[in-house]
């Protein structure tokens, strides 16, 4: 596209039955209107520069500072499209890369003592007068300035309220081992439930394959994906403590996870493969805590969930999908995949958004987590758990029943309609390796939540 002006396209149209003039007679006259056109769009920008002066700053502060009259370096975000200074707590920019220095804030008594006038030291600059701010922004001492104080978990998570009570929540953890796109999914939507504690530990590297069917985006390949879930997870609650490992759940010292497991906490299994299960299913037991082990099928055309409680007569992950063989990806009953191999794909048509479907299946377990979570709090209702038994296979879309098993359990093709689900119990097994015979109570215990 062309970018000059209206102006300068202008095009003069000659009539084809009008005669040549000749070039003698001819006048031309050239009308020189660059100044006045310069001056008119001098104006203009001049005119939008006096609108953006005018346009008052918002500022928005962290109610404890506020409490606290906190002295010290300003971090946070600066926008300058909306002229928001956008003011967070360490437990922020601690975790994430990319806030900034904003400016100073000092109380006033120490202004006289030490520092002197610091409004024109710093780009932001606050002085507590008594616990009401006095701002003032480098270079822009005659513009209004909005503040705003908020409060994070009465802010971010008011609308929690008469659902899950907030400090509840904040008393129950997960541990989540695989951080793909359906345990990265599922963490992130228990923070914005007000949960306060996170164990995350997976190995795998974000690679250009996963953007398309993961929370992180193009400026997170080559990042740990637990890096990248921490990250996440101070930007919608900095009071949420994340622990991280860079290797599968198995792998990580059993004396660094009893240090920092609570007594309330859940197990919620992610990986892409069935070995995964097994582990979680020990160390459900060995800690008395719940389980779920929740994965998607082929081109996550189906979702599947197990759940499990110690020492309540449940079966266990062996009872339900037979012994562990291990880790092995060249064998389908031991692992989840999303791709199809050659035989497959004849009988498969192009189903875009597959995140959508891993999405459905990471809720489900998202909700039914909340549940066990919350089951013995006063006055919950649970919402999936009453309606549900220990094994559930979502449907999210049906597929020629070939290519995915589990689709006979929906009936005739005809009768397949996607989200729906079958749910049934899992059978406890006297002869089972891991169950069949009485284990001994583990004495290991959990923290509390301090």
């Keep these: 596209m062309d970018n000059r002006t209206a102006n300068e396209l202008q095009t003069i149209v000659i009539p084809a039955e009008t005669e040549p003039v000749k070039a003698e007679a001819a006048e031309v006259i050239f009308v020189d209107n660059t100044t006045e056109k310069g001056t008119s769009e001098e104006a203009f920008m001049d005119f939008e520069k006096m609108q953006e002066a005018l346009r008052p700053y918002t500022v928005l502060i962290p109610e404890e500072y506020r409490k606290q009259r906190y002295e010290g370096e300003l971090w946070g975000y600066y926008h300058s499209e909306t002229k928001t200074y956008n003011i967070v707590q360490d437990a922020l920019y601690g975790a994430r890369t990319d806030a900034k220095a904003l400016g100073m804030a000092v109380r006033k008594e120490h202004t006289e003592r030490e520092a002197g006038d610091i409004s024109g030291q710093f780009g932001l600059s606050i002085v507590w007068n008594e616990e009401q701010a006095e701002i003032s922004v480098r270079d822009n001492s005659d513009t209004e300035i909005n503040i705003d104080y908020y409060f994070l978990r009465q802010d971010a998570f008011s609308r929690n309220q008469g659902i899950l009570e907030q400090d509840r929540m904040a008393a129950k953890q997960a541990i989540i081992p695989g951080a793909g796109s359906g345990g990265f999914k599922v963490g992130l939507e228990l923070v914005r439930a007000g949960i306060g504690s996170l164990i995350v530990a997976d190995n795998d590297v974000l690679a250009y394959h996963n953007v398309c069917r993961h929370e992180c985006g193009i400026h997170d390949v080559g990042r740990y994906k637990v890096d990248c879930f921490k990250e996440r997870v101070a930007d919608i609650n900095p009071n949420c403590r994340v622990y991280t490992f860079r290797e599968l759940i198995q792998h990580v010292d059993p004396a660094e996870l009893e240090k920092i497991i609570w007594k309330d906490s859940i197990i919620l299994c992610c990986a892409d493969n069935r ?51 291990g880790v092995d990806y060249t064998n389908q009953a031991v692992r989840r995949r999303f791709y199809a191999t050659e035989t497959e794909l004849e009988k498969l048509h192009f189903q875009p958004g597959m995140y959508l479907d891993i999405q459905l299946t990471s809720i489900f377990e998202a909700k039914l987590a909340i549940d066990l979570l919350m089951e013995n709090e006063e006055g919950y209702e649970a919402k999936l758990l009453p309606y549900i038994n220990q094994c559930t296979v979502l449907l999210n879309y049906p597929m020629d029943q070939d290519v995915n098993p589990y ?22 097994s006297g002869s089972c390796s891991y169950c069949g015979a009485e284990k001994p109570s583990s004495d290991i215990g959990c923290n509390t939540v301090v």
């Design 407 to 428: 689709m006979h359990l929906f009936g005739k093709e005809s009768e397949r309609r996607p989200f729906t689900w079958k749910t049934g119990p899992a059978q406890k």
């Design 275 to 325: 070995h995964c299960g097994y582990v979680c299913n020990e160390l459900a037991d060995k800690y008395g805590i719940p389980m779920i082990d929740a994965g998607c099928g082929l081109r996550a055309s189906t979702g599947e969930v197990f759940w499990y409680k110690p020492n309540s007569g449940m079966a266990c992950y062996t009872c339900a999908y037979g012994e562990d063989k």
